[in-house]
């Protein structure tokens, strides 16, 4: 395998991720689910429990094919057939849910929308393994690092730009009279109905259509061995079960991966709870929510750009750890915000500025601090990935990587089984994250252990 690749293949790549990552935020974090937990569910509590349910569905069929999946790639070889009808069925999931309606209205139900969110959960896992399993011939082994953090950026540039779109087009007309926002929603929306909401499947699934198309034309696929599909099942299966048997031989990466199952349920559980934790905390409602999640998704595009750098500076295992530990320090901080309080101390809640969203002292430093954790969050989250690459062989990533879906999905449970129980022990929002420090500090704990992962000789 070449150590370079074109700049054509790894901006393609790159930008397979950017039109991918916005399903997490426009559908699952700041548009598409909490209307449908208010407007078709009802019930915020009960809208939860069963979107979590979708999320366990989803997790569990990760847990039991995608390791399998991935070492049966690595027998047969190119990437590309299986990850074609990946991302049309992922395309038809998002666009089906302009169909799903409010409650009293004929249309796709709450049932439906359970049914997609655990057929998504697959959908993206298959597609993050299939598509990080490109990633060397996409970049060479020179480019690993700059074309996840490219990624990762290009993902959250990409969400700014279609919250700013949402917003202006959808969410804003007819609720405030500012001269650049028109005065109904656009295409004749109907708010009414869920439509502005609504619209955000379609807008998703066009997106990554479209944008998935240079990855098939530009990236090199692997190529393809004379291993036919049942011979390539039967013999990824045994692969599979050789590299658990053979622990002292994958002892390390098998570590990596032990530690990033754990670091990573602490890193979901900051992006599935901190905007509930931020609305509640802050008492935001919709519009300062939106602005939130804009404000953050710009912020993680810094993370994604500077990745690479410390990957480069300090080698990907150092560079994570690093961002562990500003994780874990910026999660305490948070806990000590409130709407009159800053770091566990009392502090006016009185405007210091004329403005929509964000006029005290205390909503801007929390609004600081969540800029702090969208970089570090996302940093965390390509050097991991790198890393990943320089653990193991590359004739291994895609059983590798198959096992990497599985860490960060398996025990995708425990993060909110923790939160939840926390919650309810401690009585507060606050009380509900203090286990998700303790996942990322022994996460951080077991990366002192893991072996190599530094800087690459020059």
């Known amino acids: 395998m070449s150590d370079t690749a074109s700049p054509r293949a790894t901006r393609a790549w790159a930008l397979a991720q950017a039109?991918?990552?916005?399903?997490?935020?426009?559908?699952?974090?700041?548009?598409?689910?909490?209307?449908?937990?208010?407007?078709?569910?009802?019930?915020?509590?009960?809208?939860?429990?069963?979107?979590?349910?979708?999320?366990?569905?989803?997790?569990?069929?990760?847990?039991?094919?995608?390791?399998?999946?991935?070492?049966?790639?690595?027998?047969?070889?190119?990437?590309?057939?299986l990850l074609a009808p990946v991302v049309?069925?992922?395309?038809?999931?998002?666009?089906?849910?302009?169909?799903?309606?409010?409650?009293?209205?004929?249309?796709?139900?709450?049932?439906?929308?359970?049914?997609?969110?655990?057929?998504?959960?697959?959908?993206?896992?298959?597609?993050?393994?299939?598509?990080?399993?490109?990633?060397?011939?996409?970049?060479?082994?020179?480019?690993?690092?700059?074309?996840?953090?490219?990624?990762?950026?290009?993902?959250?540039?990409?969400?700014?730009?279609?919250?700013?779109?949402?917003?202006?087009?959808?969410?804003?007309?007819?609720?405030?009279?500012?001269?650049?926002v028109p005065a109904t929603p656009l295409m004749g929306l109907d708010p009414a109905l869920g439509e502005p909401a609504r619209i955000t499947g379609p807008i998703v699934g066009a997106l990554l259509l479209v944008g998935s198309i240079p990855l098939f034309r530009s990236?090199?696929?692997?190529?393809?061995?004379?291993?036919?599909?049942?011979?390539?099942?039967?013999?990824?299966?045994?692969?599979?079960?050789?590299?658990?048997?053979?622990?002292?031989?994958?002892?390390?990466?098998?570590?990596y991966l032990l530690a990033r199952m754990i670091f990573t349920d602490g890193l979901t559980a900051i992006l599935l709870?901190?905007?509930?934790?931020?609305?509640?905390?802050?008492?935001?409602?919709?519009?300062?929510?939106?602005?939130?999640?804009?404000?953050?998704?710009?912020?993680?595009?810094?993370?994604?750009?500077?990745?690479?750098?410390?990957?480069?500076?300090?080698?990907?295992?150092?560079?994570?750890?690093?961002?562990?530990?500003?994780?874990?320090?910026?999660q305490s901080l948070v806990l000590g915000m409130g709407q009159d309080r800053i770091l566990f101390q009392p502090a006016a809640a009185t405007p210091i500025w004329d403005a929509p969203m964000f006029t005290t002292l205390p909503e801007l430093v929390f609004l600081g601090l969540g800029c702090g954790l969208a970089i570090t969050v996302t940093a965390a989250y390509a050097s991991s990935r790198t890393l990943l690459t320089r653990l193991v062989p590359p004739d291994r990533l895609g059983a590798f990587f198959g096992l990497y879906a599985l860490s960060g999905t398996a025990t995708m449970w425990l993060g909110p089984l923790l939160v939840e129980q926390a919650t309810r022990i401690g009585g507060s929002q606050a009380a509900g994250f203090v286990p998700v420090i303790g996942l990322l500090a022994v996460g951080l704990v077991l990366l002192l252990l893991v072996r190599g992962g530094g800087k690459l000789a020059v």
């Open 273 to 330: 709870f901190g905007g509930i934790y931020a609305a509640g905390t802050m008492g935001w409602g919709t519009l300062p929510m939106l602005g939130y999640g804009i404000v953050l998704s710009c912020a993680a595009v810094v993370g994604g750009l500077l990745a690479p750098r410390l990957d480069g500076l300090l080698g990907p295992r150092l560079a994570l750890m690093l961002e562990l530990l500003l994780l874990i320090v910026l």
């Open 19 to 81: 039109v991918r990552d916005p399903y997490v935020i426009l559908i699952t974090i700041y548009i598409f689910v909490p209307w449908f937990v208010r407007a078709v569910v009802g019930d915020p509590v009960q809208g939860q429990a069963l979107v979590a349910q979708g999320g366990k569905w989803g997790g569990w069929a990760v847990m039991l094919s995608m390791p399998l999946l991935g070492a049966t790639i690595d027998r047969l070889g190119p990437r590309k057939p």
């Open 219 to 255: 990236v090199p696929d692997m190529p393809r061995t004379r291993a036919r599909l049942g011979a390539a099942l039967v013999g990824g299966a045994n692969d599979l079960w050789r590299m658990v048997r053979d622990v002292r031989g994958n002892a390390n990466p098998l570590l």
């Open 88 to 180: 049309l069925a992922m395309v038809v999931t998002t666009t089906s849910l302009w169909w799903v309606m409010p409650a009293g209205h004929a249309g796709l139900g709450v049932m439906w929308v359970i049914g997609a969110g655990a057929v998504m959960t697959w959908l993206f896992s298959a597609h993050e393994m299939l598509h990080n399993a490109l990633l060397v011939p996409a970049a060479g082994h020179a480019g690993l690092a700059q074309a996840s953090g490219l990624g990762l950026a290009g993902g959250n540039a990409m969400s700014v730009g279609l919250l700013l779109f949402v917003l202006l087009a959808f969410a804003l007309p007819g609720s405030v009279d500012w001269p650049f």
